[in-house]
């Protein structure tokens, strides 16, 4: 399976979504990232939106992947899409974050028309909403992209594939930490911070224990958005090279 985490717009969450929902519940699948400017220091196969000829090319080599593609890239990277006819077949997938700010949305609309234009089925298209205030009605704010989708049917739209916003994120950012092992992680803090000999030792330990109780809480938030974007029926795979993480 091979899925691209695209929009138009930054701000998004789209590594967010690529690296934290998708790259973790895919079997076997590597992250390549599209992004000019590449400030990311974890070990990622990174390209650059112009050099898409050779991001289909590795494609055709690899099984499973996650094509996180940076805003600065998209509309070229679109372009060579077709240019190159056919080659968004590559994908099995296009997942599309959105958020709720009205400039995301608008630019999240003007991202499946120029993917509905590439030829690509609505099928194929998927909405993650991201940033999702529980507290206000969803209809009310994502109302810009659900009544485009529903005036034309580009993409699926699931209001269940929603994420909250979490700190979590920002406290793991650049560490490659997979935030299910963070969650099943057993080590008795409380325990090493009553021994631990220095205020900043305890404070350390103190926000290692703060980061386990946050992806304690966000990971069935997570596995619940995967389990409704359905990418089993993107694709004629197996639904055992799908894995969800263990709650």
Known sequence: MKIAVINFSGNVGKSTVARHLLLPRIAGAELVSVETLNADESQVQALRGRQFGEL???????????????????????????????SHEDFDCFVVPTV???????????????????????????????????????????????GYVKEQPVAL???????????IY????????DLATLAR??????A?????PSPAEKLALAQK???RRLASGVVPELDACFAALELQT?????VATLVREPQ
């Open 209 to 211: 224990l703060a980061t």
């Open 234 to 238: 993107c694709v004629a795979t197996p």
């Open 56 to 86: 289909q090319e590795y494609l055709q080599t690899i099984d499973h992947a996650v094509v996180d593609i940076g805003a600065s890239n998209v509309e070229e990277l679109l372009e060579l899409m077709r240019r190159y006819r056919g």
């Open 170 to 177: 920002a406290r793991v950012r650049n560490q490659g930490i």
């Open 100 to 146: 709720p700010a009205l400039k995301q949305q608008q630019d999240t609309i003007a991202t499946l028309i120029d993917l509905s234009r590439q030829g690509i089925p609505a099928s194929k298209i998927r909405l993650v909403f991201n940033m999702v205030d529980r507290s206000i009605n969803f209809g009310a704010s994502f109302f810009l992209v659900m």
């Open 192 to 196: 090493l911070i009553a021994q631990a």
């Open 185 to 190: 992680d057993d080590t008795d803090y409380k």
């Open 157 to 167: 739209a699931n209001p269940a594939c929603c994420m909250g916003t979490n700190e």
